[in-house]
């Protein structure tokens, strides 16, 4: 089972920026697919973003534009660079591969 642990979340102003690290355990890691993940009270978990092995991405609707997604295959992490946050942002954000493991999250809160 691979390991992910995310890092970086923490509280932010409107319109500011973090970003967001997920390290992972194993030596599969440049043939995953890894991707991001939310989840704020209430709602349910939603895509954020996704980068395939071959570095092609894919973005949640409410995010294109503010947030990429970048790997790191020599030292086994996925980044998600956040700008322009809202406080619509706020939310628990999870890291995942597509071998079904998840990360332990991490808590963004975007207020004034």
């Known amino acids: 089972q691979v390991q992910l642990v995310e890092s970086g979340g923490g509280l932010v102003q409107p319109g500011g920026s973090l970003r967001l690290s997920c390290a992972a355990s194993?030596?599969?890691?440049?043939?995953?697919?890894m991707g991001w993940y939310r989840q704020a009270p209430g709602n349910e978990r939603e895509l954020v973003a996704v980068?395939?092995?071959?570095?092609?991405?894919n973005f949640g609707d409410s995010v294109k534009g503010r947030f990429t997604i970048s790997r790191d295959n020599a030292k086994n992490t996925v980044y998600l660079q956040m700008n322009s946050l809202k406080p619509e942002d706020t939310a628990v954000y999870y890291c995942?591969?597509?071998?079904?493991?998840w990360g332990q999250g991490t808590q963004v809160t975007v207020s004034s």
């Open positions: 995942t591969n597509n071998q079904g493991d």
């Open positions: 194993g030596s599969m890691f440049k043939f995953y697919t």
């Open positions: 980068i395939t092995s071959r570095y092609s991405t």
